[in-house]
């Protein structure tokens, strides 16, 4: 007897460590924290998601003339552009027809701090990008964790070793990141996630960014979204 077994419902992501961004993440993170504190002479657009401990910016960083963030928003959205191409077999010519918008923004999470679980509405794919993780000991280790909540809410209803074992990509439960300084994970903006309590010291900034593509003829210039041509 032959099975045809194959995974139907697995769900991708993406993780990279850019090479030699220490020099960048000192930038940023100084930049950052100057911008946290001129606050009160910024627009603000703070969401409703359970939070303590936490700086959340605007959604607009991405379209900043500060050639820093220029350089993050193309390490960003290029490691997008290549997820959408790969995991859509899309070819060269198909994606010279699409465009990436993006809502872009950083957090600054201290002693205690926290981040709820949500998703992102209206977007395609995620992702957050590490500029620092604090200090405390190993990445992990003092919390601060990047968390997504299993997507399939019934799937450990019963164990027993007939499903307690199995192997990627058919495991199940929550999935755990780490975050180490220049690492960057993609992910379907659908998915629950959270940041757990970080205990560490100092400060954990990261760089979270929400994507949605069009075609090159539907495509508008819409206020405060920055057009990114996908192709380059």
């Not at 950083?106 to 679980?117: L, N, P, S």
């Not at 000991?137 to 990047?146: E, Q, Y």
């Not at 690492?183 to 960014?209: C, K």
Request: negative net charge; proline residues 5%.
């Amino acid at each position: 007897m032959s099975l045809n077994i194959s995974p139907r419902f697995s769900i991708p992501f993406a993780s990279l460590q850019v090479p030699d961004a220490d020099q960048l993440n000192a930038t940023l993170r100084e930049k950052f924290l100057a911008w946290e504190r001129e606050e009160g002479t910024r627009s603000s657009m703070p969401t409703t998601v359970d939070r303590h401990a936490l700086y959340e910016s605007d959604f607009s960083l991405f379209r900043s003339r500060d050639p820093d963030i220029g350089r993050l928003a193309q390490l960003c959205l290029s490691a997008v552009g290549q997820m959408i191409k790969e995991i859509n077999s899309y070819s060269v010519k198909e994606m010279q027809q699409l465009r990436i918008y993006d809502h872009s923004w950083f957090h600054i999470t201290r002693y205690g701090g926290y981040f709820g679980a949500h998703n992102h509405p209206m977007a395609s794919w995620s992702g957050v990008y590490c500029v620092d993780p604090g200090s405390g000991g190993a990445a992990g280790t003092h919390g601060g964790t990047l968390r997504f909540l299993e997507a399939r809410t019934t799937a450990g209803m019963y164990l027993d070793p007939g499903n307690a074992h199995m192997t990627n990509p058919y495991t199940f439960g929550d999935l755990t990141y780490s975050l180490d300084g220049g690492m960057m994970v993609l992910f379907p903006s659908f998915l629950q996630h959270e940041v757990t309590p970080f205990w560490g010291q100092g400060e954990r900034i990261t760089v979270a960014f929400n994507c949605w593509v069009r075609y090159a003829d539907q495509a508008v210039d819409e206020p405060g979204i920055r057009l990114r041509d996908t192709a380059r």
